[in-house]
């Protein structure tokens, strides 16, 4: 091998050794719902401009993953989950350091294709199963909610498939494989101009989004603070959460 | 036939190095395998086995399963026959093409043939014309095409590897006795081939039992039609219901085991008889 | 005619170019060295591989006429071919292989099977009917393969070295059978006894030609090349043993070392046969008076050809050609060692 190869190869090795920087900063690990991700990313990089000796690394996922990842031992250092119930076994087993409060809440949005195939206008137009409908599964708290605002309107809807996360959903409907599909309201902006909203009036239903901090390091209380806050909050509106 | 001379009666004893290293990959393997079975909840387990929804997954599993394996049966044994048999310009290419399911990410591939066979795919606008096919979503056909796509390859190049093996010879002499093209493929290439058909189809079922991403992906998660196994236990794990996901997956392992168990000895067995046969009798 | 052929055929880069008649119900025995071409004109014959040139009818039907776009697959062809490598099919029992041909041919599972037990004891094998093809010896396996392409019974028998690894019993047993198959045979084979007993006709191959064609006296009476005068430079006889005496059917009486019983075939060297002008007293058992039918000389020896009352060869230098005065017509003595005898039986 000659000189040149040699040197490709070591700088290759170096490259692959060293992976992402952050050395010599303050690491706070968040542990946040899939629903969050968007909005999370901008809030650790406001969080990191603020402060710069911390590097907030984010893991997103289904809050019930999360929560049993946490109940494993995981080392998170601030958990937000996307309901009650998973937050609610987390601070039952003992693994926070601090109380669980109210950052935020979420609408539910019905999304069709842009060009709306299946013509869907209003909630009551998915008890046509001729539709090709997509939901949340009940056991995710998507799910949960699609089913509850279905029941306050009276509405029987069958979904034909009942996926685990609510970007799955949206990822139907944007290939147009879906004629409807029921995300979260902050999910809109993930869809672009590919899927349009259909108005859903007034809704009293809504998910609520609690963050706790799972550690007592103050980094972890900093960051929770940081979320209730003027920017945190400002952050999160511009997702489409709502105030709690 | 060579002699049976021997030259020495190698080392019995293993070199140690190896058999460390051997060991260790079993623990790799199988550790994760004793974690969740020293986690499952054995006492509660048979209620949850006999749960509704999850005997609807295990047969939603089975008839997907069965259905996807005789797809890539019917499909892969002419593809393999054309990739053994036949030479032309782009066969490497060809080979490559239909491997690479076995790489590719199974999400990947679940948006892969929305592309193809998607109300905007491809042939999604003919399947419509044609058959009034809408969407794929939710139904088992749509869940077989996707456990299909992931578990053909490997009854294509099991099969192909047979082919490639079988010795062409005894085919011509079987032309030579009076037997048509037909007749030969039925009662020669066929039989003869069976032990890598029955493993090459065995794999691709144990892959299509395990399918997962480019099911839920393209068809979908619906109970009773897409919902299979593995979907169910993802489910159970992002519901939080940790317990009942390791139960389905005990479930879901016990099948595996025995039909990769019934898969071994047709696997590692050569036909000896093929052998012996075609290389004695040489003329001086 | 069964066979008229003209062959112009290539595997590789080797090809042959061979033209043969043969008529119904004759023996025709192809020999030449390794690699003359014997296998591949036999495969062209079976159609297993394509003629480039030439003509093929096999019983009446024009199986290869690549001027017509006429090419018969092998199936459709009034053939059956023994190969050397007997190709038994491994997942089907001895009965079942033999029985293939005939299911193939249309008949029923019954009587092909019945046919195959008949062929199966034809060569001995009977009792083999279930085994695995694995489980025979290698002579066992050849004489399975000979049945299967036998059982077919067809039009013209295409055997390639058929009795190659079959030990000098069974190579008899199998002889006769092959002299008593009705068909057209063509016979591929190294073995001088084997083409003067079955064939009518020698089609001597070397280089992927035809050398010399005609029975196996006249080709044993004039080798043209070297390698033929190797293979047939054998005299055979035949005759009936009784204890060591050999009754042979020109009237002599010959003395073996081999106690036999029966008609048997008594074959010898051409130099194992001494000439001289008077009667010898020597310890050769056998002596006898004959005529020189023919004298012909080769490059450092000269082959005499003597005739009645034991056609047979002698090689003599030439030198003693002068000195015994031997010419066509002449008389002398011939000598042969009673140790210098082979005895089989016929």
Known sequence: MNRLGLGVLAGVLAWLVTGCGGEGKTAVTVYAAASLSEAFEDLAAEYEAANPDADVKLNFAG???????????????????????????????????????????????????????????????????????????????????????????????????????????????????????????????????????????????????????VSDRAVAADFVDFILGPDGQRILWSHGFDFP | MTGRATPKEPNRRPPIAVLVAAIIAVAVLALPLVGLLQRTPWSTLGTRLGETATLEALRVSVVVSLLAAAVSMVLGLPLAWVLARLTFRGRALVRAVVLLPMVLPPVVGGIALFFALGRKGLVGRALQNWFGIDTLIGTTAGAVIAAAFVSMPFFVITAEAGLRQLDTRLESAASTLGAGRWTVLRRITLPLLAPSLAAGATLSWARALGEFGATITFAGNHPGRTRTLPLAIAQANEAGQPEAAIAMSVLLIGVSLLILIGLRHRWIAPRTTQQKNSSEASPS | MSIQAEVHAATGDFSIHAAFDAPTGSCTAIVGPNGAGKTTLVHALAGLIPLRQGRIVLAGQVVDDPAQGIQTPPDRRPIALHSQHNLLFPHLSVVDNVAFGPRCAGLAARPARQRAEEWLSRVGLADLAELRPAQLSGGQAQ??????????????????????????????????????????????????????????????????????????????ADPRTPWTAGLLDINLLTGTAAGTEVALEGGLTLTTATPMTGPVLVTFSPAAVTLSTVEPHTSARNTWEAEVARIQPESDRVRVLLGAPVPCQAWVTPQAVGELGLRAGSRCWAALKATELTVREA
């Open chain 1, 63 to 213: 809050s019930a993953r999360l929560a049993a990842q946490i109940s494993a031992g995981a080392r998170a250092d601030v958990f937000a989950s996307a309901n009650g119930a998973n937050m609610s076994r987390v601070v039952a087993e003992g693994r926070t350091a601090s109380l669980p409060v109210l950052f935020a809440r979420n609408r539910l949005a019905l999304v069709v294709p842009a060009d709306n195939p299946g013509n869907v206008t209003e909630l009551e137009d998915l008890s046509d199963d001729s539709l090709v409908l997509a939901m949340c599964a009940p056991e995710v708290p998507c799910g949960a909610l699609a089913r509850a605002v279905l029941a306050d309107a009276g509405v029987t809807a069958n979904p034909d498939t009942e996926e685990t996360s609510v970007r799955a959903v949206l990822t139907k409907v944007t290939l147009g494989e879906a004629d409807a599909g029921l995300v979260y309201a902050t999910d809109l902006a993930a869809g672009g101009n590919k899927v349009a909203t259909v108005p859903l009036g007034p809704q009293i239903r809504v998910n609520d989004y609690p963050v706790v901090a």
């Open chain 3, 143 to 220: 004489r399975v393969g000979l049945a299967r392409a036998a059982a077919c019974e067809p039009n013209v028998l295409l055997l390639d070295e058929s009795l190659a690894s079959l030990d000098a019993e069974t190579r008899t047993d199998v002889r006769h059978l092959l002299a008593d198959i009705e068909a057209t045979r063509v016979l591929i084979t190294h073995d001088p006894v084997e083409t003067r007993v079955l064939a009518d006709q020698l089609l001597v191959m070397e280089k992927g030609e035809i050398v010399q064609t005609g029975t196996p006296e006249e080709v044993a």
